[in-house]
T-cell receptor
Framework: AQSVTQLDSHVSVSEGTPVLLRCNYS??????LFWYVQHPNKGLQLLLK??????LVKGINGFEAEFKKSETSFHLTKPSAHMSDAAEYFC???????????FGAGTRLFVKA | NAGVTQTPKFQVLKTGQSMTLQCAQD?????MSWYRQDPGMGLRLIHY???????DQGEVPNGYNVSRSTTEDFPLRLLSAAPSQTSVYFC?????????????FGPGTRLTVL
């Protein structure tokens, strides 16, 4: 069975400082992993995805994530936060051949000026 | 391309009323799904479809019905609304690999059941 845990419900950073949003997953098979972003009162947009190619995945807006099988983690990072990064971020796991995706509970990112 | 569209944007129902949330996509995607979003719980899968005429249950299907008569449309029906169905509903679509492909989300429908 698959599951995903986002370790922080809220993260607050200052503009220009690094961002780290943590995600651990559980999957019996090789997973596909995604990060989606949701700005207030908007739908969700894909940031990046891992599908068994390179373990370091680069996404939009300067975000990247590293797949670490030994730690069952897929943490999202960005070197320097921008005010426009303030949003909710979801880590998602799916398995090849499965039509079901499992969302984490979400991490709300606050960016202080 | 309009992508994934949902109507209505907002809806208020009384307990026991029925209604249909509409979802359409113009990307010729085979896979479509409905989620509900509740605070602190992420998105939970209600129903999904892997093509016209084929639907299946997700994590929280009770109280909802779906059908898929065309590739483009995937309506969600609430048969007898309950306050527990107050939520934000998102429709999504993706290519043939279903959950392992990028999902494209609609803007959501905010439903309140009194």
């Amino acid at each position: 069975a698959q599951s995903v845990t986002q370790l922080d419900s809220h993260v607050s950073v200052s503009e220009g400082t690094p961002v780290l949003l943590r995600c651990n997953y559980s999957s019996s098979y090789s997973p596909s992993l995604f990060w989606y972003v949701q700005h207030p009162n908007k739908g969700l947009q894909l940031l990046l995805k891992y599908t068994s190619a390179a373990t370091l995945v680069k996404g939009i807006n300067g975000f990247e994530a590293e797949f670490k099988k030994s730690e069952t983690s897929f943490h999202l990072t960005k070197p320097s936060a921008h005010m426009s990064d303030a949003a909710e971020y979801f880590c998602v796991v799916s398995v090849e051949g499965s039509f079901k995706t499992i969302f984490g509970a979400g991490t709300r990112l606050f960016v202080k000026a | 391309n309009a992508g994934v569209t949902q109507t209505p944007k907002f809806q208020v129902l009384k307990t026991g009323q029925s209604m249909t949330l509409q979802c359409a996509q113009d990307m010729n995607h085979e896979y479509m799904s409905w989620y509900r979003q509740d605070p602190g719980m992420g998105l939970r899968l209600i129903h999904y479809s892997v093509g016209a005429g084929i639907t299946d249950q997700g994590e929280v299907p009770n109280g909802y019905n779906v059908s898929r008569s065309t590739t483009e449309d995937f309506p969600l029906r609430l048969l007898s609304a309950a306050p527990s169905q107050t939520s934000v509903y998102f429709c999504a679509s993706s290519g043939y690999r279903g959950g392992t492909d990028t999902q494209y989300f609609g803007p959501g429908t905010r439903l309140t059941v009194l």
